[in-house]
């Protein structure tokens, strides 16, 4: 199995521009969540999906986030507009068994915002 | 509203040595406690895990110390190694996880 397959890896951008960060559960996993790590707020939790249903986002720090699960497959993070302030290192995680369980990360994508 | 607290931040241990990091969580509801070990450029990956029915659990050299009333657990990393060198994070929730700060843990040769 791949793992989870998060893309870009890399992105670099100028504030005021749009991001999208895509990510790729791994295959039979049902649940889906977004992270953001900084070195001042560490691992934060924006948003988790279950089933491909948005469960909780009250971590999305503001209405210039959202994120999207249109299949089992894909999700996608959106920054719109971008700010220096997101710069961080955004990772995706899928589990597979219902209820707390082991969470697989994926390699994180490290956005600058300019 | 931090719901786990984690400490300490960082953590130096001679090869050979006993790492402890602890944890605290709020939310008596949480029945997951697993602790996840990061490398530099890689996301975090589970290292082991406890769920509130035991009070211990071991795997190799590491085990989890869990106390319930106290709402309070860590991780005990036996005969530290160099290579253990990494950040370590201990995590609680139920479908979700609410991850602590993170330790980092330098272990010298």
């Known amino acids: 199995d791949a793992g989870v397959i998060q893309s870009p890896r890399h992105e670099v951008t100028e504030m005021g521009q749009e991001v999208t960060l895509r990510c790729k559960p791994i295959?039979?996993?049902?649940?889906l969540f977004w992270y953001r790590q900084t070195m001042m707020r560490g691992l934060e939790l924006l948003i988790y999906?279950?089933?491909?249903?948005?469960?909780?986002d009250s971590g999305m720090p503001e209405d210039r986030f959202s994120a999207k699960m249109p299949n089992a497959s894909f999700s996608t993070l959106k920054i719109q507009p971008s700010e220096p302030r997101d710069s961080a290192v955004y990772f995706c995680?899928?589990?597979?068994?219902?209820?707390?369980?082991?969470?697989?990360f994926g390699p994180g994508t490290r956005l600058t915002v300019l | 509203q931090q719901q786990v607290k984690q400490s300490p931040q960082s953590l130096i241990v001679q090869k050979g040595g006993i790492s402890i990091i602890n944890c605290a969580y709020e939310?008596?509801?949480?029945?997951?406690f697993p602790w996840y070990q990061q490398f530099p450029g890689k996301g975090p990956a589970l290292l082991i895990a406890i769920r509130p029915d035991v009070s211990e659990k071991k795997e190799g050299r590491f085990t989890i110390s869990f106390n319930k009333s106290a709402k309070q657990f860590s991780l005990h990393i036996m005969d530290s190694q160099p290579g253990d060198s990494a950040t370590y994070f201990c995590?609680?929730?139920?479908?979700?996880?609410?991850f602590g700060a993170g330790t980092r843990l330098t272990v010298k040769p």
């Open positions: 999906f279950n089933n491909n249903v948005p469960i909780d």
């Open positions: 295959s039979g996993h049902n649940s």
């Open positions: 995590a609680a929730g139920n479908n979700d996880m609410r």
């Open positions: 995680a899928s589990s597979g068994l219902a209820g707390a369980s082991e969470q697989f």
């Open positions: 939310n008596t509801a949480f029945d997951y």
